[in-house]
């Protein structure tokens, strides 16, 4: 039985936990901060998660899928409102397609569980990792309240420490690392919209609200109680930003202008906007994911920004696709972790591109008519013909097709619209059987010239 070290006890690093135990090996879980399930969690004080395809399969893998279940609530599409307070709802995929509201914490706890009490796995808490030995397979980690240090050795070593992992750090110290680190322009602030006086949901339950106002947004996410997780995402510098939201009187002004429905909602708008700390969205890449016997996943090689919901999903499908391998490998690890790192990469880069365009198109373009348009006639295409044509968003939420792939047949089916979305005649003719029939034939046609 090989003995294994992973080294935060996060999203990914207990669903790790939990499956590696299953498959039998011995697992020891180092994490730096207190342990969660001790502490009583309150709905909205951390950023919901929007679970889809990918994560259901992890969560099926770990054997936590009526669990999840019963904490998940299926957003449907984006309810998207206007200045004026008008709302417009824009479906995800087909009829009955939907991803996951679900609170971070109370996944984690479930998969902490999961790994602790179901499949053996020995969690340790108030352990920071000081530093890893890739050579000798050894890990020091050192008490955050007693200062007392331990020094551990394994077979297999696992950073799912976050985006600013220490295992990543002493990786970055090797060589023939190459790694980069971007913060992008806007940051977020977490708001949170209570139930109302009866319990009831304020808004649409079953959709993902959206408020865009080119350059920022602000969106929101149901809990199980019928409070909304919401977040301002906004640039931190500039005429529209949070350097122009200084003063209680210029929070005030802001909303009631900018959002004036969500304004009518919220009972203590300021205060609570005050109680919320701004934070910073970062891009993190790196290569190589393994040194020996040490491998990164999730966010600890591959941090994105939140846009297409598809941060935690990336971590868990990276759990699903190490797992495939150690299957298809009989548990030969020299062969998984080169072979894990090499499928993997560009996924993860493609991911993190496609997040920074989901959040041009959440800001900018969900208000677009010729966007709204455009869309509108591929999901026609897709309910009629799906073999022959899935739109971007479909193929990265509903589906297991690899990021990679999935970015680029995006790029190829905007450039075939392009020319059909140029045409002065569009607007009435955009659900003729004569346009489809156009649109899949220089489809077709793309694909000879891709093969020639």
């Known amino acids: 039985m090989k003995n294994v070290i992973i080294v935060g006890a996060g999203l990914v690093g207990s669903l790790l936990a939990a499956n590696l135990a299953k498959k039998g090996y011995r697992v020891k879980v180092y994490e730096r901060r207190p342990d969660m399930r001790n502490f009583t969690m309150q709905a909205g004080k951390s950023i919901n998660l ?28 984006r309810q998207i409102h206007d200045i004026d307070g008008n709302e417009t709802f824009q479906p995800y995929g087909r009829e009955g397609q939907a991803i996951y509201s679900v609170s971070r914490g109370e996944l984690n706890c479930v998969l902490m569980d999961k790994a602790e009490k179901d499949n053996g796995v020995e969690m340790l808490f108030h352990q920071k990792c000081v530093s890893v030995d890739f050579e000798k397979n050894v890990a020091l980690f050192e008490h955050t309240e007693t200062g007392m240090q331990i020094e551990e050795k394994a077979d297999l070593i696992f950073g799912t420490d976050g985006a600013f992992s220490q295992v990543r750090s002493d990786m970055q110290r090797t060589p023939r690392f190459n790694y980069s680190q971007e913060f992008i322009p806007h940051g977020y602030r977490e708001l949170f919209l209570p139930a109302g006086p009866g319990g009831e949901f304020r808004m649409e339950k079953n959709a993902l609200h959206i408020w865009p106002r080119g350059g920022y947004m602000l969106i929101a996410l149901p809990n199980a109680d019928g409070s909304f997780t919401c977040t301002l995402f906004m640039p ?44 910073d969205l970062v891009i993190i890449k790196c290569y190589p994911w393994v040194r020996n016997h040490t491998c990164l996943l999730g966010d600890s090689s591959h941090a994105i920004v939140p846009f297409y919901g598809q941060g935690m999903n990336s971590g868990f499908e990276d759990v699903s696709v190490m797992d495939a391998l150690i299957e298809a490998h009989d548990h030969d690890w020299e062969s998984i972790l080169p072979r894990f790192q090499e499928q ?53 939420t509903f589906s297991h097709r690899r990021y990679s792939e999935a970015l680029a047949e995006g790029k190829k089916q905007d450039e075939i619209m392009a020319p059909f979305m140029r045409r002065p005649d569009i607007e009435k003719h955009w659900d003729s059987e004569e346009l489809e029939r156009e649109i899949l034939a220089a489809k077709h046609d793309s694909k000879k010239v891709t093969n020639v």
Do not use: C
Not at 255 to 279: C, I, N, Q, R, T
Not at 372 to 396: G, H
């Open 50 to 77: 929007a679970l889809s395809t990918r994560g259901w399969k992890a969560v099926e893998l770990a054997g936590v899928k009526e669990q999840v279940e019963a904490i998940a609530i299926p957003m449907y599409g």
């Open 236 to 279: 931190y510098e500039g005429k529209h930003s949070f350097a122009a939201l200084e003063s209680d009187a210029e929070v005030d002004r802001f909303f009631k202008e900018v959002f004036p429905d969500f304004y009518d909602m919220m009972p203590d708008l300021v205060g609570d906007y005050k109680s919320h700390p701004l934070a």
């Open 344 to 396: 993997r990469k560009p996924d993860a880069d493609a991911i993190a591109e496609l997040a920074m365009r989901n959040y041009v198109e959440m800001r900018d373009l969900v208000g677009d008519p010729a966007f709204l348009l455009q869309k509108k006639i591929e999901a026609r295409i897709y309910e009629r013909n799906p073999e022959a044509w899935m739109p971007l968003y479909s193929q990265v």
